[in-house]
């Protein structure tokens, strides 16, 4: 029968369907990182567990590193004290830990792919709801609890329920100036942040298939902003040429023998989804949000819009609400809104890919007056590569802030953070209030825009930057 | 995990849509490596404001939180479980749930009660006009009542779900009985680990 990706996937690790009981199914890969690791750990030690396959674990600090230089230390004790126990559960459990300032080290979801561990077929969970990432590999990806990260690092299984299926296909081409970012949010605009739910999303059509790895990766992480926990993409020779020569993969012979297991990893022709969305790539354009979800998505050539807009009274209180939360006015062009603080990285946009993109809009220009806007490369290895490139002299030149990799701003559990009242024109997946600091206030955009918005101080794209 | 039957309680009505993790638990408070103390987080940032119904003294001592669609979207912090039930909830009733939210939920004994809007609506008003009054969330009989009103509404939950709250088990304890199962599915299975790919020191080789 035919099957779709995600149902490939599925039968390939069922463990055990015991009757009346969730599936339990087999985890390839357990990526680990500080925040939601802690209690899983403490309850193994508790319970006198181990870890199943510590060689199916990798561990990494990015949720709460400061992003100034490696030198100077960690000064927030919390967050010292939760970086440490990371370094020491993996030691005492034997897993491989990359902590603050390793030359791995990175954000999991940027790490995981560059390093060539996350593989097409894999099933992979790691305690973070943006594991949908790695669904950009063919690969089965989700986030999950920290009672879930105790149950897999013990039996390196889970019980699951099985979703339904939805294909989100993007037909056509994407105008020009129109990234993975602008299609991923306009996708979770047609969605709503609840649409996704209970479904596996898989992306398809021409202008996915002419994404790079990166640009898949932007789509596949925000999956959970539509309420969906996981994004596939099938896999093809954009995939495996990523893969080839990354440390995770074998060389040679026996890589060429893997990729010919992994080309299997697509929907079958005629196998037929639960839902589809339809979108026509060639009718978007750049976005942002102006609100405090991700669904709550405008052109950027549009204007702030207005409750009176919205049918529905729940929504005209939501959207009341978030205006109010945002400082945001209906009606006015998104184009004039002054923003503070520009943020480019996390795990949506902080690959080499996304660093191109941003520096060569920054060539030759400077940051505005009063605005602050630091890059924070995904990884070391995101970080290293940009500095061979000269990336980071162009940024610096421009006025932006080089700092080290981690997750940084994206939720500003280390010292970069928005303060009350401050806008942010942000490369990250969450607006959520008080995500980037409490009172702070965050627009979602893409690499480009982000960095022409911090050239003009206010929402912009790059054709607007004077050459 | 303790064994849920039966849940009696006042209920508070938060009366908001799309409460995200982050407004259940702010990042900050994410650092802890501990599993308690986390109910003073709850709603951290808007606790401030006196108005906020939690701040309201006639809900002091509620068990049972009623909310809008969407509660818990967005990240997978367990954290915001672990904050409410430190906070004292027991049971949260919406009309829909973020996924992981509820699973990570049921892992801790959080009961999940999703009814239709209507119905949140209605049990809304009613602990609205008396803060006081009963309400009971019985697991076993897959019911919420307001006995003084009489008001009474069935529920669903899967029998999984259902069950490992009535007996209390530990997901960990269940799954390790299918040891062999594992075993096998390893032996079987071809899919690469780590193992060669880094040395001692997380260096690739
Ligand atoms: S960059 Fe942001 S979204 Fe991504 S893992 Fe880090 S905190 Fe989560």
Known sequence: MARTLYEKLWDEHVVASPEGEPTLLYIDLHLVHEVTSPQAFDGLRLNGRTVRRPDRTLATADHNVPTDPISTPVTDPISKRQLEALEENCHEFGITVFPRGHENQGIVHVIGPELGVTQPGMTIVCGDSHTSTH??????????????????????????????????????????????????????????????????????GEAIEQLSMEGRMTVCNMSIEAGARAGLVAVDETTIDYLRGRPGVPSGEEFEELANRWRDYVSDADATFDAELVLDASELVPYLTWGTNPAQVVALSGVVPSPDEFDDHDQREAVTRSLAYMGLTPG????????????????????????????????????AANVRALVVPGSHRVKRQAEEEGLDQIFLEAGFEWREPGCSMCLGMNPDQLTAGQRSASTSNRNFEGRQGRGGRTHLVSPVVAVASALLGRFASPDEVSA | MKAVMILEGRAVPLERSDVDTDQIIPSDWLKRVERTGFGRGLFSEWRDDPDFVLNNQNYVGATILVAGPRFGTGSSREHAVWALMDFGFEAIIAPSFGDIFRNNASKQGLVIVQLPPSDVEELTQIVKESPSRLVIVDVEHLRVEVPETGWQRPFALDTMTRDRLMNGWDDIGLTMLREASITAYEHSSRTPSLVGVFDAHGHAR
Do not use: W
Not at chain 1, 189 to 196: H, I, M, Q, R, S
Not at chain 1, 336 to 355: A, K, M, Q, Y
């Open chain 1, 135 to 204: 669904g950009a590999f063919g690969s089965l990806a989700f986030g999950i609890g920290t009672s879930e990260v105790e149950h897999v690092l013990a039996t390196q299984t889970l019980p699951q329920q099985r979703a339904k299926t939805m294909a989100i296909t993007v037909n056509g081409r994407t105008p020009t100036g129109v990234s993975a970012k602008d299609i991923v949010l306009a996708i979770v605009a047609k969605l709503g942040t609840g649409g996704g739910a209970g479904y596996v999303l898989e992306y398809r």
């Open chain 1, 332 to 367: 006015t062009p998104m184009r004039d809104i002054p923003i503070d603080i520009v943020f480019l990285g996390s795990c949506t946009n902080s690959r080499i890919e996304d660093l191109r993109a941003g520096a060569q809009v920054a060539r030759g220009h400077h940051v």
